[in-house]
């Protein structure tokens, strides 16, 4: 041994750090030992060539991290002594991020315990090392969320029932299936699913507009937890990307099954994000960017740029995209009538935009929204105006796969419904669209076990068969539901800003 | 809009969660570990079976044989949630990256007798792969356990193992002043000397123990509790009365992280062996199955260590496990 020390750089000390601490285990078969990472059909022939995204020691993650924590904590304390929710644009800005957190913070969770899954799931030491950084990770964001949300709970309505109607409410099915779906499959899907479609080609249309629509919107809180998650998110993409490469890289067999995890989760991704673009287009008081330009930037240039560049893996463009960019002008719009007509079955506020706001829709998505949206809202106004508020009497049906309410129109013909039917023994299940249908077709076995939410309610699972009966079910109350207007939340806002001496929605 | 108003005109509605509420009583105001920790693991509605378990749900409290009304009684009693746990350890990395820096810039090892030096590489370097099979054990249990409370901390035990794992190979590289020879020699020792082959054998078995619960108490508790004092305590005191005090600079994180790591094991079994007897019996064979294996495992290592002074080593820091068990409820076999 030598006196004189080598210098190591942090690259080497790092690499130095995981060396060989994994072995090949020869008192227990290394199939038992790691008995989930083949049944998939994903060819691995050396888990070596896997680069290590992250290179972090646990030393250094903790540093940066607590550096972090500090910071977002001290911001977050200042904001419940501040009352900082005062500073929002308007109450009705809370919705986006009632929908955030119903719907948003429990897949925070889920990534978290998935990833701790793949973090002692993977046979290769760099690969799970990889996911237990990304599984804490996503613990922390589910938990600053939780924490950021605290305060908003303390005076606005929709969030306090939140661990119950995560699971039982209906239209948060959506981002809950969506998710399950991942975690229950094999390691290599989710995966894909999650580090690749989601948060590598999707992240964006995500998580762009609801922390800068926080941020134009005053809300302190989270715009401070979404920009400190912000770094943990870059480190979480290229995770996804580095993994897509090696998974094709590593075997020419892995290409068809990747190509295909690729068109499912792109489709149900892309579903998924309807409830994001709507948020951006009809939550927002102050306006980021439309639905429209954002799928336009994100989708058409980014996204696809990225596939141009797998194509030399031999991967195509995930099938369907042409809808997804055929919908890009009425998806939103579709989805916020829906909403409008059933909000007395959420713990949200609908209401319809105003003047101004119609304006800039009417701008931004032109004659379609003047020839069919915008006679709706202006209809369902006037009924408002005469004390008939209009609402639906029954759940909507919905996607066997996506669970979105059935409302999404013929990709050429947005006056057109489209519902797709497949038989799966004996029994049929109606889809939304292609996609959904390829999806169910694909792995009919899967889907078929779907909790269907109003077949439950009809059935009499759900604590009775009205929908007042649902409500109490879900542990919501009358007043966390309905017209924004008039609402709880509307009226404690109003009295705020009387106090403060401030012109009142009435007075304007 | 920014409303300008005195704050003190505002009223909250509500002081938490529904199901904080519900978990606590009326008008508590709960702490953000109780609100990090509490009812966030999905119950019901599960849309689809995994395809990797399809006889359960992707949340199933049946992945243990331990049976809990509440799940969410395994609290931690350190109160980590993320922020204060990385916070907590950024300040021990601060002071232990200071120990390292000066042992190695003041060359403070380099005097050590080459018979220590020797036993460090032989003994303290391999266990590398032990933190390491430690953290894949305890993402096991934090991916498939039930309820946010233990697997929260397991996560932060999983990295802390990393952690450990990573400062192990910093010891080994100041003693061969970076070469990494040292770490391929250790992985060898680790794969084919005989003294290791009994804890090697019991880690692999232990990445094949299916039930959560079970590998709790096998990893953190046992596997633990008898190594840690075996190579942080005695061993530890082994080099420093053989002139390295140095050598304990460099192992002041392993000695502070089980102090407060023991806590967690220990609170989280009590816990669940209070809970029924069924639960009792189930952890009392666990321990009555592998305490002797582990005993047996480090008897070899501990030969190696301590020559004819290695029983009576042995048999103390058995004993000091077995008065923990009878702490926290559980009924000691007759050696
Ligand atoms: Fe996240
Ligand atoms: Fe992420
Ligand atoms: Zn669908």
Redesign the pocket.
């Known amino acids: 041994m030598t006196t004189k020390a080598k210098r190591l750089n942090m690259n080497q000390k790092y690499q130095l750090m995981t060396r060989g601490l994994d072995w090949e285990t020869t008192y227990q078969d290394m199939d038992d030992v790691f008995p989930y990472d083949k049944y998939e059909g994903i060819k691995i022939k050396d888990w070596d060539k896997w680069q290590d995204p992250f290179r972090l020691t646990v030393d250094a993650y903790w540093k940066y991290q607590s550096e972090k924590e500090r910071k977002l904590y001290a911001i977050l304390d200042s904001v419940a002594q501040n009352n900082s929710q005062l500073s929002i644009s308007d109450a009705r800005y809370m919705n986006a991020v009632k929908i955030w957190m119903q719907g948003v913070t429990p897949l925070e969770y889920n990534a978290f315990r998935g990833f701790c899954t793949l973090g002692r799931g993977f046979r290769g030491a760099g690969a799970r090392v990889a996911c237990q950084f990304q599984a804490i990770d996503e613990m922390r964001h589910h938990q600053t969320q939780i924490h950021a949300f605290s305060h908003y709970n303390k005076f606005f309505n929709g969030m306090n029932q939140q661990s119950r109607i995560r699971d039982r409410a209906w239209y948060l099915s959506i981002p809950k299936s969506y998710f399950e779906d991942a975690m229950t499959a094999g390691p290599f899907e989710f995966i894909t699913a999650i580090s690749f479609s989601f948060e590598y080609v999707l992240t964006n249309l995500l998580f762009m507009p609801f922390v800068s629509g926080a941020a134009y919107n005053g809300d302190l809180a989270t715009t401070t937890f979404g920009f400190s998650a912000q770094s943990d998110e870059s480190r979480h993409m290229t995770l996804g990307l580095e993994i897509i490469k090696f998974m094709l890289e590593q075997h020419e067999d892995n290409v068809p099954i990747i190509q295909g995890w690729l068109d499912k989760w792109f489709?149900r991704g892309y579903?998924l994000l309807g409830l994001v673009g709507t948020m951006m287009d009809y939550m927002l008081p102050k306006k980021v960017m439309s639905w429209r330009q954002a799928w336009e930037i994100y989708w058409e240039e980014n996204g696809v740029a990225l596939f141009n560049d797998l194509a030399r893996y031999g991967i195509k463009m995930p099938k369907h995209h042409e809808t997804a960019t055929k919908e890009k002008n009425r998806i939103t719009h579709e989805f916020w009538s829906t909403i409008y007509q059933f909000s007395h079955a959420t713990a949200l506020y609908t209401w319809i935009p105003g003047n101004e706001e119609l304006d800039w829709l009417s701008a931004e998505y032109g004659e379609l929204f003047d020839t069919v949206y915008r006679p709706r809202y202006e209809y369902w106004k006037e009924l408002d105006d005469k004390g008939e508020r209009f609402f639906q009497e029954r759940l909507p049906v919905?996607?066997?796969?996506?669970?979105?309410p059935?409302f999404?129109t013929m990709p050429d013909d947005p006056l057109k419904n489209c519902c797709l039917v497949s038989e799966y023994k004996g029994t049929k299940h109606q889809?939304?669209?292609e996609?959904?249908?390829d999806?169910f077709n694909n792995e009919p076995e899967k889907y078929c076990q779907a909790y269907i939410p109003p077949q439950q309610i009809y059935q009499g699972n759900c604590g009775g068969a009205t929908l007042d009966d649902y409500r109490k079910w879900l542990h919501i109350r009358d007043e966390d539901t309905g017209e924004y207007y008039g609402s709880e939340d509307h009226q404690m806002w109003e009295k705020w800003k009387a106090q403060a001496g401030k012109p009142t929605d009435e007075a304007a | 809009m920014s409303i300008d108003i005195k704050t003190a005109t505002i009223e909250a509605k509500r002081t938490t969660f529904d199901h904080i509420v519900e978990k606590l009583g009326e008008g508590k105001t709960p702490t953000r570990y109780q609100e990090a920790v509490f009812g966030h693991q999905a119950e019901e509605v599960f849309h689809y079976r995994p395809t990797w378990d399809s006889e359960r749900e992707l949340f199933d409290a049946r992945r243990t044989a331990i049976v809990m009304n509440d799940f969410e009684d395994l609290l931690d009693p350190r109160q980590y949630y993320y922020g204060t746990y990385v916070i907590q350890r950024s300040k021990q990395r601060e002071s232990q990256e200071k120990n390292f820096s000066v042992v190695e810039k003041r060359g403070l090892l380099e005097d050590l007798d080459a018979v220590m030096k020797e036993k460090i590489s032989k003994v303290v370097v391999p266990f590398r792969h032990a933190e390491w099979g430690a953290n894949n054990n305890n993402y096991y249990i934090a991916g498939y356990g039930f309820q946010t409370p233990i697997t929260a901390a397991a996560t932060f035990q999983g990295m802390d193992r990393l952690a450990n794992a990573q400062y192990l190979t910093s010891i080994g590289l100041i003693l061969s002043s970076n070469d990494p020879a040292i770490l391929d020699q250790a992985k060898d020792e680790w794969l084919n000397t005989p003294m290791w082959q009994g804890l090697r054998k019991l880690v692999e078995d232990s990445f094949v123990t299916k039930d959560w619960f079970e590998l709790h108490v096998l990893q953190n508790y046992l596997l633990d509790g008898v190594f840690q004092p075996l190579l942080f305590k005695h061993f530890e005191n082994e080099v420093v009365k053989n002139g390295g005090a140095a050598f304990a600079m460099l192992t002041e994180f392993f000695v502070d992280w089980f102090v407060e790591s023991q806590r967690w094991a220990d609170s989280t079994i009590k816990v669940a062996v209070k809970e029924s007897d069924a639960n009792k019996a189930l952890v009392e064979s666990w321990i009555n199955k592998w305490q002797p294996t582990v005993i047996a495992a480090a008897d070899q290592l501990a030969e190696f260590v301590f020559a004819e002074r290695s029983k009576d080593i042995i048999q103390q820091i058995e004993t000091e496990l077995d008065a923990r068990s009878k702490k926290i409820g559980i009924q000691v076999q007759e050696k």
């Open positions: 489709w579903r919905v996607c066997n796969v996506c669970q979105i059935i999404h889809m939304c669209s996609g959904c249908l999806i």
